[in-house]
């Protein structure tokens, strides 16, 4: 069966990047498959997750190729030269420019810990989106994944799943039940609708 060449970008601790990876052992990712892991960070424990599961992983480091510039430059020769047909950004904390997402137009996907418009664009990442969501004082947050455009999270939206918050949420708890009940959930069924789609479109 021909399965779409998945890459994932890192930078961190990876839960979702194992999510998807469980996600391919248990068959709910079956017309993909994850055959690259990149990572802005070495110290990235991403990256041993990748080890563990026997995918092969790449580091580029802005600061040692001197500009955003020559870092995507970078990352487009590893993705080219991997054949990587769908890219994922897992946790990924670097903005892509235009000229990244033009190249891989509509074979980016993003999961963002927020459900999108709130709480999204320059300067919402990581634990820093629960901690304005709490001081907003919603009371439902969530998560999404979408397709990566030249928008900061501005792009077409692929799935959301809502998480209700609790009176005694902090960041950290907050940031937890939101990777448990929505992200690591709905990130490897849209990664395995997307891969449909792109079967489809190629038969048809
Ligand atoms: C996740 O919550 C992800 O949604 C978020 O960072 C965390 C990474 O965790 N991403 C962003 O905020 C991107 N704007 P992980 O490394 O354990 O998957």
Known sequence: ???????????????NLQA??????????????????VSNNADAYALK????????SAVILKSELGSQEAFEDKLIDILKSNGTELIILAGFMSILSERFTKTFEKRIINVHPSLIPSFCGKGFYGLKVHE????????????TVHFVNEIPDGGEII????????????????????????????????????CKEILKKRKA
């Open 1 to 15: 069966m021909k399965q779409i060449k998945i890459a994932v970008l890192v930078s961190g601790g990876g839960t």
């Open 132 to 143: 304005a969501a709490l001081a907003y004082g919603v009371k439902v947050t969530g998560a």
């Open 159 to 194: 799935m959301q799943k809502s998480v209700a918050i609790r009176g005694n949420d902090t960041a950290e708890t907050l940031q937890r039940r939101v990777m448990e009940q929505a992200e690591w959930k709905i990130l490897p069924r849209a990664t395995e609708m997307v």
């Open 49 to 56: 997750r990748a080890e563990n599961f026997g995918v092969e």
């Open 20 to 37: 998807l990876l469980d996600a391919q052992s248990s068959g709910i990712i079956k017309n993909g498959k994850i055959s690259l892991v």
